[in-house]
């Protein structure tokens, strides 16, 4: 599965879950700071929301940014796969946002000491 339809497919569940204790895409909207029709379009599968707008629908839903990834994509001992990932979906987005996105990738793989992989990513977009 691709990163973005894994995303789209997570963001459905995760409100899935949210509706299911009374929330509304309006609810969310108001708790994410993000626009009512924003919301609407990402569950319809319009597209897929902007790191920022990830890291707001995960405070809101109670969850971590790293929960829209999948867990294989998570682990230190496999962030080859996790800035694959990155990478493929940075290219489906406009350029500030994966400016935003390889600055959280390149923040997260300093902790862990990684910094060629998210070097080349930046060379390569």
């Keep these: ?4 339809d894994f ?10 879950d949210y509706s299911a204790k009374g ?3 309006s609810s969310l909207a108001k708790e994410a700071g993000i626009a009512q029709g924003q ?3 990402w569950l319809k ?3 897929v929301p902007s790191i920022d707008n990830l890291e707001s629908l995960a405070k809101a839903f109670g969850v971590s ?11 230190i001992e496999n962030s080859d796969a996790f800035i694959t990932a990155l990478v493929s979906l940075a290219k489906q987005m406009d350029d500030s946002t994966r400016q935003s ?3 959280t990738a390149q923040a997260l793989l300093n ?3 990684r910094t060629q992989l998210i070097h080349k990513a930046k060379n390569s977009g």
Aim: aromatic share 10%; no cysteine.
């Design 23 to 25: 929330g509304t895409q």
């Design 111 to 113: 902790v862990a000491g």
């Design 101 to 103: 996105l390889l600055a």
């Design 7 to 16: 995303i789209k497919k997570k963001l459905n569940d995760l409100f899935l």
């Design 1 to 4: 599965m691709k990163p973005s």
């Design 45 to 47: 599968g319009g597209n």
């Design 65 to 75: 940014l790293f929960d829209f990834f999948p867990a294989e994509h998570r682990k």
């Design 39 to 41: 919301i609407s379009v």
